[in-house]
């Protein structure tokens, strides 16, 4: 087996045929996932990428599929896609916005992968109308339930992992460190108990809710448990690197070619530096 020096860690937020912010459409991410398959990549869980950081060696087609808030899109969108091509992805989950209630319906795919647009499915508003959705106590409306988390988990398509209680920036919220370290570690504790309650486990996987993160969110992190904490911040992943500091790709609203460009870049390490130095500039 060809080991991958390097392994790219896409990140997504939301499928949907509403366009908007972090927005893929059904179609091209069916197209990028199609794409995945037919150049032979394999998608690995949190557990065989931490393996990864440590020294573990994987199959040089490897990838990690992340995506963050948990809105419901990913569920009616999203998981049929990964299911039909055997294909795992990790989705951080804000705890306090999923709701108890039956499961909504999800898309159909056909024989080449192509979400069916034409099922009877709930509305997946685009990205602004969500955020606003969500402070206005309906995040039920937008968001996936423990019912669909559950049909996932069994079907394989994803796991979940914290994204904290309650998205807070706490940085953002306290007038001092020591304030702001506090709302955090009592959002991560409130977050672990929930995963833990509803899943049976929560491990030690956590993405920063808006990428934000300093030295004293690093040591709250440090503090509750968490090693591998994923970021924004593009770049190559590597055997022996910080998994404090786990970098992603964002996903574009493109066909297939796009991505298959992107992961040929950040897979190779050197041109990875030189590309995500370009990009900071």
């Known amino acids: 087996m060809r080991a991958a020096r390097s392994v790219p860690v896409l990140m997504y937020h939301h499928v ?11 179609a091209n991410f069916a197209d990028q996932m199609r794409g995945l398959r037919d150049a032979g990549y394999r998608t690995l869980s949190a557990r065989q990428f931490a393996d990864f950081l440590a020294g573990a060696a994987v199959p040089d087609k490897s990838v990690l599929l ?3 808030d948990g809105y419901l ?26 709701k108890d209630g ?36 309906k995040a039920d ?15 394989g398509t994803f796991e979940f992992h ?13 007038p001092d460190a020591g304030a702001k370290s506090a709302g955090l570690a009592g959002d991560l504790a409130a977050a672990r108990a929930v995963l833990s309650d509803r899943l049976g486990s929560a491990c030690d996987h956590l993405c920063w809710p808006q990428g934000y993160f300093d030295d004293d969110y690093l040591a709250v992190a440090a503090s509750a448990g968490f090693r591998h904490l994923y970021t ?5 992943n590597q055997p022996g690197d910080d998994p404090r500091h786990i970098h992603r790709i964002v996903t574009k609203d493109k066909p297939a070619g796009w991505l298959l460009s992107r992961l040929w870049l950040y ?8 590309y995500a130095r370009g990009r900071k500039r």
Request: aromatic share 8%; net charge neutral; proline share 7%.
């Open 16 to 26: 949907s045929p509403s366009p908007g912010l972090v927005t893929i459409s059904p």
């Open 162 to 174: 914290s994204h904290t209680h309650t998205h807070t920036r706490w940085d953002a919220q306290c």
């Open 267 to 274: 897979r190779r390490p050197t041109l990875a530096r030189w």
């Open 141 to 155: 409306d937008v968001i996936v339930r423990w019912s669909e988390i559950d049909a996932m988990r069994a079907a």
């Open 232 to 236: 924004v911040a593009p770049g190559a």
């Open 66 to 68: 992340t995506f963050d």
């Open 102 to 137: 039956a499961q909504r319906a999800c898309a159909g795919v056909d024989k080449t992968g192509i979400v069916d647009a034409a099922a009877a499915l709930p509305a997946t508003p685009e990205h602004n109308v969500c955020k606003q959705l969500i402070a206005a106590g």
């Open 73 to 98: 899109d990913n569920w009616v969108y999203a998981h049929p896609v990964l299911q039909r091509h055997g294909f795992s992805a990790l989705m951080f989950i804000v705890t306090d916005w999923v």
